[in-house]
Nanobody, 113 residues
Framework: QVQLVESGGGLVQPGGSLKLSCEGS????????MGWFRRAPGKTRELVAQ???????KYDDSVKGRFTISRDNIKNTIYLQMNNLKPEDTAVYYC???????WGKGTLVIVSS
């Protein structure tokens, strides 16, 4: 059974930081490009950051310079370091393995004072 489990969400003040983790079981992450997505209230899901099997990364313009995606193939985990968080970053964050159809259930990030 394939599972992707996100963790690390929570409530943080504007300007603060959070680090999200996504751990996989039943799937070998290093075989896939992986991504972090988010769905803000009333909006569609959007791709925030992706990391290829070889380690190259891409970011949405809205998070460039603030978010960093990384992967640990030994731990079968990907991460999203989020710095200088803004209220508009409030969303449920999901991890997914491209071209696999597998997603996690998400972790909620709320940026508010």
């Amino acid at each position: 059974q394939v599972q992707l489990v996100e963790s690390g969400g929570g409530l943080v003040q504007p300007g603060g930081s959070l680090k999200l983790s996504c751990e996989g079981s039943g799937i070998i992450f290093r075989h896939f490009a992986m991504g972090w997505f988010r769905r803000a209230p009333g909006k569609t899901r959007e791709l925030v950051a992706q990391i290829e099997s070889g380690g190259s990364t891409k970011y949405d313009d809205s998070v460039k310079g603030r978010f960093t995606i990384s992967r640990d193939n030994i731990k079968n985990t990907i991460y999203l370091q989020m710095n200088n968080l803004k209220p508009e970053d409030t969303a449920v964050y999901y991890c997914g393995a491209f071209r696999s159809g597998y997603w996690g259930k998400g972790t909620l990030v709320i940026v508010s004072s």
